[in-house]
């Protein structure tokens, strides 16, 4: 079984981070194996309301000092359309989207940087102020 490692963020600035290996987007729930006290095995259900945002990333550590490339490499192909999501707290993220529709509850963000520890991100429209394609 394939087990994701996410950071789930919360509009309020929660945040929590673990694996997962039910998440879907047309399913309001889905559990975390939190990293912090993976010996007890239990994991959190998680409901998407009040989410911002859920985070499929390389690593737990991140760097904390760098700052995401908001521009595309002109060297690597694209794959899906250009989009800039602006977040309800004014974060800004810029990656490339295949399923952005302004109805639906959340779609996935590849970021424009390849260095960048996030992998894919699954975004909330609900936690959005503006999204774009660009």
Avoid: W
Avoid at 22 to 49: A, C, N, Q, R, W
């Amino acid at each position: 079984m394939v087990q994701n490692k996410i950071v789930v963020r919360y509009m309020d600035g929660q945040l929590l981070k673990g694996v997962t290996n039910d998440f879907f987007p047309d399913k309001e729930i889905f559990h975390l194996l939190p990293v912090e006290t993976p010996e007890e095995g239990i994991p959190i259900m998680l409901s998407d309301s009040n989410l911002k945002a859920i985070f499929f990333v390389k690593g737990y550590e991140g760097n904390p000092d760098y700052k995401d490339k908001k521009d595309f490499d002109s060297k690597k192909p694209l794959v899906g359309r250009k989009i800039r999501v602006v977040f309800k707290d004014g974060e800004v993220m810029v990656g490339t989207t295949y399923g952005y529709r302004p109805g639906r509850a959340g779609f996935f963000v590849v970021p424009a940087d390849a260095d960048s520890n996030i992998q894919r991100c699954y975004v909330l429209t609900a936690a959005t102020q503006e999204v774009s394609f660009i």
